[in-house]
T-cell receptor
Framework: DTGVSQNPRHKITKRGQNVTFRCDPI?????LYWYRQTLGQGPEFLTY????????KSRLLSDRFSAERPKGSFSTLEIQRTEQGDSAMYLC????????????????FGPGTRLTVL | DQQVKQNSPSLSVQEGRISILNCDYT??????FLWYKKYPAEGPTFLIS?????DKNEDGRFTVFLNKSAKHLSLHIVPSQPGDSAVYFC?????????FGKGTKLSVIP
């Protein structure tokens, strides 16, 4: 399977604990994104990497959140001192920087990590 | 301020008929648009996209129409199949960033 993969699929943690999620994008994709989705909402943009460089961070990404993509391949999203409001589905997506004629920056999503903070 | 709106939370259609899902946007700077389908407990699956310089794009049973003057796009599914039952998200893009609507739940009745 050459799609986007995310681990773990589910994470239950207690308030105040730290959690880390991993995303493996499609291998030839140089753009990687993190989104958060809550019930009844569409995915909300969190941050964007082009290769290993983090080029954009949403205002939604508080100081407790940090993301890395150390070698321009997989990425990790860490949440420190989790709060109940962090409970959500965390989605990773990837795309090609330049996909040729007709390319519209189609982003391909992984299955997500469902975080529950008790 | 919601820049991408899907005003119908749900839609029911008979199998074999046409499904039309609508989306409105407010920012004229968006330069491409995409539709995604999402099943429960899965990530969104890309369906079809359209550049802002086009007014129609077709891929099999799926056609997306863009009306820039009205800031409106729609997704047509013909013929609708029970497996199309899912939540459909409209997304508008500017450079690398996507802004999503809240989704429309489509139910195709056999």
């Amino acid at each position: 399977d050459t799609g986007v993969s995310q681990n773990p699929r589910h994470k239950i943690t207690k308030r105040g604990q730290n959690v880390t999620f991993r995303c493996d994008p499609i291998s030839e994709h140089n753009r990687l994104y993190w989104y958060r989705q809550t019930l009844g909402q569409g995915p909300e943009f969190l941050t964007y990497f082009q290769n290993e460089a983090q080029l954009e961070k949403s205002r939604l990404l508080s100081d407790r959140f940090s993301a890395e993509r150390p070698k321009g391949s997989f990425s990790t999203l860490e949440i420190q001192r989790t709060e109940q409001g962090d409970s959500a589905m965390y989605l990773c997506a990837s795309s090609l920087l330049a996909g040729g004629p007709g390319h519209n920056n189609e982003q391909f999503f992984g299955p997500g990590t469902r975080l529950t903070v008790l | 301020d919601q820049q991408v709106k899907q005003n119908s939370p749900s839609l029911s259609v008979q199998e074999g008929r046409i499904s039309i899902l609508n989306c409105d946007y407010t920012n004229s700077m968006f330069d491409y648009f995409l539709w995604y389908k999402k099943y429960p407990a899965e990530g969104p699956t890309f369906l079809i996209s359209i550049s802002s310089i086009k007014d129609k794009n077709e891929d099999g049973r799926f056609t997306v129409f863009l009306n820039k003057s009205a800031k409106h796009l729609s997704l047509h599914i013909v013929p609708s199949q029970p497996g199309d039952s899912a939540v459909y998200f409209c997304a508008a893009g500017r450079s690398y960033q996507l802004t999503f609507g809240k989704g429309t739940k489509l139910s195709v009745i056999p």
